[in-house]
């Protein structure tokens, strides 16, 4: 099972920028799918972005897109998530996740991903 440890998360102001990044154990990484999501308190957990194994393939909510980019360096089981403009509506707890059935295509469902980290929390001041 893959296991992941998010960083990066912290307080900025409004039009910031802030790259969270994700550490994954396990050799198999490199062919996973994988995302981030995040969390505002009293809403659900939403789609942020997905990468896929190959990097050949990134995917953004229509919020972020513009202003986010993935990216993942599988020697070094990591991904990255490097958030600029950043906005108040972008604070949230932020979650790395790790889909253990998609190597080349992503779900927006945070149901079928396999495993995730603990979280960090982003805060954007206005």
């Known amino acids: 099972q893959v296991q992941l440890i998010e960083s990066g998360g912290g307080l900025v102001q409004a039009g910031g920028s802030l790259r969270l990044s994700c550490a994954a154990s396990?050799?198999?990484?490199?062919?996973?799918?994988m995302a981030w999501f995040r969390q505002a308190p009293g809403k659900e957990r939403e789609f942020v972005s997905a990468?896929?194994?190959?990097?050949?393939?990134?995917y953004y909510a229509d919020s972020v897109k513009g202003r986010f980019t993935i990216s993942r360096d599988n020697a070094k089981n990591t991904v990255y998530l490097q958030m600029n403009s950043l906005k108040p509506e972008d604070t949230a707890v932020y979650y790395c996740a790790a889909d253990y059935s998609r190597t080349y295509t992503y779900t927006r469902n945070a149901e079928e991903y396999d495993s995730w980290g603990q979280g960090t929390q982003v805060t954007v001041s206005s």
């Open positions: 396990g050799r198999t990484f490199s062919s996973k799918t």
């Open positions: 990468v896929n194994s190959n990097t050949a393939l990134t």
